[in-house]
């Protein structure tokens, strides 16, 4: 992108028709960039009296250059949908998303929307399609509040051709999160790391590791009411 002050309009919506329902839409107005238009759509669907649940998900993400084009003429889209599972504290998911051959996915805003976004990786590529599975567990079942964690693993397949070829990637994801409450309530501790495989018959691919520890505080400022 040639430039780094270019404004942005974003107007939107969301309707929750029922406890267990929930749609939105987005459009992003980046002047002399790109116009991009989002939807996501969640259900919850409750299968057993014991709390065994089903989650539903879609999405969809258009994106289209305009004025300018400092970003380069695209007309790229991207299509996903996600299931998890939960039971007394387990969630097991599975996402999918497909990506336009023609673009890449632009995330100006270093945030992507796609159900694949891994802690490295977006899978977001040309003509990439990736599939992800998942496993989270929340220790409050078994009495240790504020103490859960998670894996996830994403394979994405990219085309070896053509204008948008590139490396074939895979993403091992792992996380522990800790609260520890009471009297250091608003502490929150993380710590994640990432494995990531790429397609060595590419120049740009590369294997590399990743761990973050993360220690953050909620800090709450005002006068509490009487």
């Known amino acids: 992108v040639d430039k780094s002050n270019i404004p942005v309009t974003m107007a939107g919506g969301v309707w929750e028709p029922a406890d267990n329902y929930k749609f ?38 258009d994106q289209r250059s305009l004025g300018e084009e400092v970003g380069g003429e695209f007309n790229t889209c991207f299509g996903g949908g996600m299931l998890d599972l939960s039971w007394k504290g387990f969630t097991l998911s599975s996402a999918y998303t497909i990506v336009d051959r023609s673009h890449r996915v632009v ?3 270093a945030v992507s929307f796609s159900f694949n976004s891994m802690i490295e990786e977006d899978f977001d590529h040309a003509g990439e399609e990736a599939f992800s599975v998942g496993f989270e567990y929340d220790f409050s079942e078994l009495g240790i509040d504020g103490f859960s964690t998670s894996a996830y693993f994403c394979n994405g397949d990219t085309p070896a051709t053509g204008p948008g070829a590139s490396p074939s990637q895979k993403e091992y994801d792992a996380y522990i999160y800790y609260n520890p409450g009471g009297k250091l309530e608003g502490l929150h501790l993380v710590l994640k790391s990432a494995i990531v495989d790429s397609q060595q018959s590419f120049p740009e691919g590369e294997d590399y590791h990743d761990i973050r520890f993360i220690v953050s505080y909620d800090l709450s400022f005002g006068i509490r009411p009487e």
């Open 24 to 61: 939105q839409l987005w459009d992003y107005f980046a002047y002399e960039y790109f116009n991009g238009f989002y939807f996501q759509g969640d259900a919850s669907l409750l299968l057993a009296g014991d709390g065994l649940t089903l989650g539903v998900s879609l999405q969809g993400w």
């Open 107 to 109: 995330n100006p805003w």
